[in-house]
């Protein structure tokens, strides 16, 4: 965007259109620092794979009452239209950031002014309980406020459609050319009280309950289950210590420093259980005290870490490949004693560990493989209601049992992990033991994401060449097997590179480029849609004979990672 669109922007948001407080704001950077003005204006924020997410302040790059506000407007609009004859219902929650709250009351306004009834959360609630509200309190759509595990200065806007899952293709398309069709005068903030309604226990209750339903297994001895919880500041402090107490958990320790919510997240870097760093202070209190495991959940509760005992004795966290694995496994080892139907499906996503695929083999039943988020898996349910969702996952610490929440749950999935561990430990094993056993059935798969960040409208350029390098300079090898299949998911298209054999990828489009080589080593690339970010996930494999050859062998795949990386250049 040239100079004098930003100038544009800048004079229309110091108009009367917007309030005296946004006004002064972009009057202040205008005279004291102008070069912030460009990341402000240079584009429209954007629906990823995540919803709406960015910094918050003044501009149309930024999250403020007006962008969301416009958001919110044009949401409004789509589902009147959509459903004219009804009156409509909405729920909106939100999480621990700064600014949520009185957001969360802005969006509800919105849908007020325009005739939507519009449930409110009283306090901050986790992200799956909102995915579970929408059906539980039959709404047209539902939003949450948050911004996941990004940094303290952002905040997001996710929505929900009538299914409980995350807007998807076409339906994401239409709303936001509905958006888009508007101007910020043609906000609604002339709001109607008697359409808010506050919302307390009542909700709460219901989804407690059905995480115990969906996540106990009746696992044995679980007061022998030392146990180490962390919210990190986030909504799961709201959920999970009363969700393991009803499912019979009496020995666990929350980290008191970091169980009040707070949005300047004081006592980590980066509120991301995906980060070792920020389990560090739970991973400490289970050394001291003797903890089995130790589980900690992003601002938003839809993403968990895991950190075991392994096999030296000493806590380890594990990744989302991993944990997904194991997780997978016991849902379908508690399903097959009940007995497999021959309709049930597992699912994963085109950059997750391959493993996925040997273990849904291994027990006979379907896995559906999506794009990178959970708004594809939750559209796999929608799409085949004839079929049974056991549980899946992704690589980014995201896990989903059944269908009752259609998003990632790190509150069911805190309970399913614990009763893994409790059932490992009172059969001599432990949950560690249990995925070096899963290593020797479906293969010895490790993993490796390399994410560079990449700021600002040069920033993006960067990625946007990267990727395209990615694609026309093709790699032929990688770390010396011959690259047999690429995978461009930006054209749907499939090509063997022995053969020269193009076929199509029944998934929608998106900006993925992946490797195979003869080994069934794996490179994806592809931008972030939630951060400045382009990742890389790098996936390499070898055979397991035994447990005790594990070391050897990780070392093995851990420096066939490292030259893999080196020879990227990432």
Not at 294 to 305: E, N
Not at 408 to 430: F, H, M, P, Q, R
Request: charged fraction near 25%; hydrophobic fraction near 35%.
């Amino acid at each position: 965007m040239d100079k004098v669109d930003i100038n544009n922007k800048v004079k229309y948001w110091t108009s009367t259109v917007f309030d005296k407080k946004t006004r002064d704001e972009i009057r202040k950077i205008s005279e004291t620092d102008p070069s912030q003005l460009e990341d402000r204006f240079y584009k429209d924020l954007e629906f990823g794979t995540g919803g709406m997410r960015g910094i918050m302040g003044a501009g149309t790059n930024r999250v403020n009452k007006y962008t969301l506000g416009k958001s919110t407007q044009g949401l409004s609009n789509y589902i009147k239209t959509t459903y004219p004859e009804e009156q409509c219902k909405v729920v909106i929650a939100y999480d621990c950031r700064h600014n949520s709250d009185t957001l969360a009351r802005t969006v509800a306004e919105v849908f007020s002014a325009n005739g939507i009834k519009a449930y409110l959360f009283s306090e901050l609630r986790t992200t799956p309980e909102l995915s579970f509200a929408v059906r539980y309190l039959e709404c047209h759509a539902g939003i949450v406020l948050t911004a996941s595990h990004n940094p303290p200065e952002y905040n997001g806007y996710k929505v929900y459609w009538t299914d409980g899952g995350q807007i998807v293709p076409p339906q994401d398309g239409e709303i936001i050319a509905e958006i888009n069709r508007l101007s910020f005068e043609d906000i609604n903030f002339d709001f109607d009280e008697k359409l808010i309604e506050l919302i307390y226990k009542e909700v709460d209750h219901a989804f407690i309950a059905a995480s115990v339903t969906n996540g106990e297994f009746g696992a044995q001895n679980k007061d022998n289950l030392k146990v180490v919880f962390t919210s990190l500041h986030g909504t799961s402090i709201t959920a999970i210590p009363q969700v393991l107490d009803k499912a019979g958990y009496t020995d666990v320790t929350i980290i008191a420093e970091q169980a009040e919510p707070d949005g300047n997240f004081p006592t980590v870097k980066s509120p991301n259980p995906e980060e070792p760093e920020a389990l560090e202070l739970a991973i400490k209190k289970a050394e001291e005290i003797g903890a089995d495991i130790v589980i900690g959940t992003d601002p938003d509760s839809d993403r968990l870490g895991i950190a075991v005992r392994n096999n030296k004795g000493k806590i380890q966290l594990l990744n989302g490949n991993q944990t997904m694995l194991l997780m997978t496994k016991f849902l379908l080892d508690n399903r097959t004693k009940s007995g497999l139907k021959g309709n049930e499906f597992i699912a994963s996503t085109i950059v997750s560990t391959p493993m996925m695929q040997n273990l849904a083999k291994a027990y006979g039943v379907e896995i559906k493989t999506s794009l990178t988020g959970f708004k594809w898996i939750a559209k796999m349910i929608k799409d085949h209601p004839e079929q049974d969702f056991i549980g899946g996952g992704e690589e980014s610490f995201g896990f989903m049992v059944g269908d009752f929440v259609r998003d990632k749950d790190a509150v069911t999935s805190t309970l399913l992990a614990c009763e893994i561990a409790a059932t490992a430990k009172s059969n001599g094993s432990s949950f560690y033991q249990e995925l070096l056993e899963c290593y020797t059935h479906y293969g010895f798969y490790l993993e490796r994401l390399v994410s560079l960040v990449k700021k600002g409208a040069s920033g993006a350029q960067e990625i946007k060449q990267m990727m395209a390098d990615f694609k026309e300079n093709p790699l032929e090898s990688i770390d010396g097997s011959k690259v047999e299949i690429i995978d461009d998911y930006n054209t749907s298209t499939s090509t063997n590179m022995i053969t020269g054999k193009v076929s199509g990828i029944d998934i929608p489009n998106s900006n993925v480029l992946i490797y195979t080589t003869e080994d069934g080593s794996k490179v994806a690339a592809r931008p972030s849609g939630t951060e400045p970010k382009i990742k890389f996930y790098i996936s390499v494999n070898d055979k397991l004979d035994d447990v005790v050859n594990f070391d050897s062998k990780y070392a093995e795949l851990e420096a066939k990672l490292d030259r893999i990386v080196v020879e990227l250049g990432v």
